[in-house]
């Protein structure tokens, strides 16, 4: 039943490593998105996927690399991870870029860097 | 630019206060939508509101209400009889058109409803 989910919901990693955060939404949106939000719990956007493609690729270092095989999933690989992407990273996702839809959004999955 | 601010940063009340959080934005377009979000301790985003430019009516859901007023560019959420299950970080933002349809967030006001 749930909307929009991601896995893993917790992810702890050494600096340099790489890793993925995976993103599934079962509302039939076709707009998807991906949100960090820093220990001050500022919420900024980073990129957006609309029918696979995209949209919205604000000023994040090209560690991070976002991938839709299809309009329900959007991934977000980092490679060479450093103590600074440690955040809770939000994907969400809306019916389309019509209007400015409703975004619903996922758990949410807490990226820590040692 | 597109702004939101929340000035209020943290608001502390007891249970059955009422408890009105503050949202101003920024925008030079005429066309643009607001919305508000709760995040609880358990950290999920909950939507709230979500409200275009050209519909300035209040509105009210049980005891949440919302204040719309584009002659001071705010947007401001009021908790009637506050429970402690308000206690959360609540969050304005805005959208607007030609952008993506990108969320732009305000900072949150971190409201703590005490028994």
């Known amino acids: 039943d749930t909307a929009v989910s991601q896995t893993p919901k917790y992810l702890v990693t050494q600096m340099g490593n790489d890793k993925s955060i995976k993103c599934e939404q079962n509302l039939g949106h076709d707009t998807m998105y991906w949100y960090k939000q820093d220990s001050k719990k500022f919420l900024k956007i980073m990129f957006s996927y609309n029918n696979k493609e995209l949209i919205i690729n604000e000023t994040v270092p090209n560690r991070f690399s976002p991938k839709s095989p299809d309009k329900a999933h959007l991934n977000l690989h980092i490679n060479s991870l450093e103590l600074g992407d440690s955040a809770v990273y939000f994907c969400?996702?809306?019916?389309?870029?019509?209007?400015?839809?409703?975004?619903?959004f996922g758990p949410g999955t807490r990226l820590t860097v040692l | 630019a597109q702004k939101v601010t929340q000035a209020q940063t943290e608001i502390s009340v007891v249970e059955k206060e009422d408890v009105t959080l503050d949202c101003v934005y920024e925008t030079r377009d005429t066309t643009y939508y607001l919305f508000w979000y709760k995040q609880p301790p358990s950290g999920e985003l909950v939507f709230l509101i979500r409200r275009n430019s050209f519909d300035e009516q209040n509105e009210i859901s049980g005891r949440y209400s919302w204040n719309f007023q584009k002659s001071t560019s705010s947007f401001n959420f009021t908790i009637t009889a506050s429970q402690v299950v308000d206690s959360a970080v609540y969050f304005c933002a805005l959208i607007p058109p030609n952008s993506g349809y990108a969320l732009n967030f305000g900072k949150g006001t971190s409201l703590l409803v005490t028994p």
């Open positions: 969400a996702s809306s019916q389309g870029l019509v209007s400015a839809d409703t975004q619903y």
